[in-house]
């Protein structure tokens, strides 16, 4: 079993930046895409930014130049650097791994607030 733990959401005013961390334990096979997705209330869940296993990285357009994605692959853990953050960045921010062949194997983490003030 595949357990994913994020960390590091919080309050930030409008400009500011964040860090937030996701770390898997667990089974996890080496083809893999660590990912972040976001809810905000009223709106479906849509990919923020997603790495692979050997460093590919994507993008939503509405977070290009602002977020970078990283990973260690030692510690199994990615970190999505914020910068310049905006009130419609706020939204509750979901770590994914999908793993596998087909990327058959998809675990999904609680979930880290981030709420960006005005």
């Known amino acids: 079993q595949v357990q994913l733990v994020e960390s590091g959401g919080g309050l930030v005013q409008a400009g500011g930046s964040l860090r937030l961390s996701c770390a898997a334990s667990?089974?996890?096979?080496?083809?893999?895409?660590l990912g972040w997705h976001r809810q905000a209330p009223g709106n479906q869940r849509e990919l923020v930014a997603a790495i692979t296993s050997g460093g590919s990285t994507n993008y939503a357009d509405s977070v290009k130049g602002r977020f970078t994605l990283s990973r260690d692959n030692a510690k199994n853990t990615a970190y999505l650097q914020m910068h310049s953050l905006k009130p419609e960045d706020t939204a509750v921010y979901y770590c994914n791994l999908r793993a596998g062949w087909g990327l058959e194997d998809d675990y999904w983490g609680q979930g880290t607030q981030v709420t960006v003030s005005s």
């Open positions: 667990g089974s996890i096979r080496s083809i893999n895409v």
